[in-house]
């Protein structure tokens, strides 16, 4: 990894992970910092340790938008010894904490043919759970800054969080957003997302600067055209599934490419049928 931070508003700094173009956000108080995400092992995280510390050496509190190895697996390299304090959704919290083996193995399985060297080292990674959970909402003073952490309902996952800093307008979203490609749906509730991606809309102005999970930071006018696209994909698969369509016609219609389609509309079938 070698990238480091850039300062997209007061304060606010994001680096962008090349492998997975994963988003990282520190945002910089008086005398305190908070960073978002930890990326996906040790060794990314040692790096991305040091690019905080050429930012900043305050004290750093952690928050995990959510429970996916790419945005929580250097947790314990970033919390420290003796560890910060570490955010996220309780349902996160909690996938890490009682179920750190599975998510070691559906990483490893989902990264082991395209990209085995980062495979084989976060199957090695220690993971730390996070100590502060959040239901619907918590604020935070960092330094002297309000800092919102919320979680806007399921969407992605059942335990997104976003973090909003409001003095410098800045909405991070993790995954419920993304623009370096479509969203993942593997985890995800395709009904209920564009619920969710309208209640973190409530938060954002028309100057917004909004982080993605991945790729580029966006404009309000991206997120609301993304929204739009989760409202046609969820209208399809409710349409589908009460015509007694297979998920398949739902894939070939659908925005975001046949293959994402297919696994949201398998997964919105599953929850109209009640069999998560």
Do not use: K
Request: proline fraction near 8%; charge should be negative.
């Amino acid at each position: 990894m070698t990238a480091g931070f850039v300062e997209i508003a007061d304060r606010v700094h994001v680096l962008s992970e090349p492998l997975l173009r994963v988003n990282v956000t520190l945002v910089v108080g008086d005398g305190a910092a908070l960073l978002v995400d930890t990326l996906s092992s040790a060794g990314q995280a040692i790096e991305l340790a040091a690019a905080v510390l050429a930012v900043t050496d305050h004290p750093l509190t952690l928050v995990n938008t959510h429970h996916h190895y790419d945005h929580c697996f250097g947790n314990a390299v970033l919390a420290g010894d003796p560890p910060g304090p570490v955010y996220a959704h309780e349902l996160a919290a909690a996938a890490l904490r009682d179920q750190p083996e599975r998510l070691r193995r559906e990483a490893y399985e989902e990264l082991r043919e395209e990209h085995p060297a980062l495979a084989a080292e976060l199957a090695d990674t220690t993971l730390l759970a996070p100590t502060h959970t959040v239901l619907t909402e918590t604020t935070l003073d960092v330094g002297g800054r309000r800092v919102l952490l919320r979680h806007p309902g399921r969407g992605h996952t059942d335990a997104d969080l976003v973090v909003h800093v409001p003095d410098a307008d800045v909405l991070v979203a993790g995954d419920l957003v993304e623009q370096s490609g479509p969203p993942a749906f593997e985890d995800s509730y395709p009904l209920q997302w564009p619920d969710a991606v309208a209640d973190l809309l409530r938060l954002t102005t028309p100057r917004t600067v909004v982080v993605p999970g991945h790729g580029d930071p966006v404009d309000v006018g991206f997120v609301r055209a993304q929204h739009a696209e989760l409202v046609r994909l969820a209208w399809l698969i409710r349409a589908a599934h009460t015509g007694g369509a297979p998920p398949e016609r739902v894939a070939a219609e659908a925005p975001f490419g046949a293959r994402p389609a297919l696994t949201a509309a398998r997964r919105g079938y599953a929850e109209l049928d009640g069999t998560p």
